[in-house]
T-cell receptor, first 110, second 116 residues
Framework: QQPVQSPQAVILREGEDAVINCSSSKALYSVHWYRQKHGEAPVFLMILLKGGEQMRHEKISASFNEKKQQSSLYLTASQLSYSGTYFCGTVYNQGGKLIFGQGTELSVKP | EAGVAQSPRYKIIEKRQSVAFWCNPISGHATLYWYQQILGQGPKLLIQFQNNGVVDDSQLPKDRFSAERLKGVDSTLKIQPAKLEDSAVYLC??????????????FGPGTRLLVL
């Protein structure tokens, strides 16, 4: 039931764009995105609900494709501060628990 | 607003010893979670409390792990006896809404456990 994230790792230059995908084999109720810097706690970015709109956090946005049971995180004009590991968490039904993917390590270089 | 507090931040123990972690959630948050995060993996839910009642403990290894939240505020997670594979970061999180799948979970800094 764990969602699958891709890619596993990505290296960017400052200002470049990136997309991180989170795929599920089961129908999703909601998708949560978190960023975790090394040695720190995961920090909430956004929640996408089934049937909901695309969400945005600063220059990071995300979408939820119900047909594909997939969420994508779009990082636009990346900044050095975007570096970290991005986790998606999936909930399969109302009241269900959050199940995290294995993470995507993003590294932004000057 | 103060965040989720956890202590200790680091702990090194020998296998078969016992260890306890403490968590104080954000004030007013009724729901509290304990996660285990093994290096290179996403957090895995061990137990979820709503006030002082257990909502989900299906992934808690109950032969060695126990958790309580007696007054519906702070919580303690215990491991007794510890195994090598328990080496991980133990994260506590809290949210203000009972899990409807829409709540934001706020994480504490975690306790990094090394079992030798």
């Amino acid at each position: 039931q764990q969602p699958v994230q891709s890619p596993q790792a990505v290296i960017l230059r400052e200002g470049e764009d990136a997309v991180i995908n989170c795929s599920s084999s089961k129908a999703l109720y909601s998708v949560h995105w978190y960023r975790q810097k090394h040695g720190e706690a995961p920090v909430f970015l956004m929640i996408l609900l089934k049937g909901g709109e695309q969400m945005r956090h600063e220059k990071i946005s995300a979408s939820f494709n119900e047909k594909k049971q997939q969420s994508s995180l779009y990082l636009t004009a990346s900044q050095l501060s975007y570096s970290g590991t991005y986790f998606c968490g999936t909930v399969y039904n109302q009241g269900g628990k959050l199940i995290f993917g294995q993470g995507t390590e993003l590294s932004v270089k000057p | 607003e103060a965040g989720v507090a956890q202590s200790p931040r680091y702990k090194i123990i020998e296998k078969r010893q016992s260890v306890a972690f403490w968590c104080n959630p954000i004030s007013g948050h009724a729901t509290l979670y304990w996660y285990q995060q093994i290096l290179g993996q996403g957090p895995k839910l061990l137990i979820q409390f709503q006030n002082n009642g257990v909502v989900d403990d299906s992934q808690l290894p109950k032969d060695r792990f126990s958790a309580e939240r007696l007054k519906g505020v702070d919580s303690t997670l215990k491991i007794q006896p510890a195994k090598l594979e328990d080496s991980a970061v133990y994260l506590c999180a809290s949210s203000s809404i009972l899990g409807r799948g829409q709540e934001t979970q706020y994480f504490g800094p975690g306790t990094r456990l090394l079992v030798l």
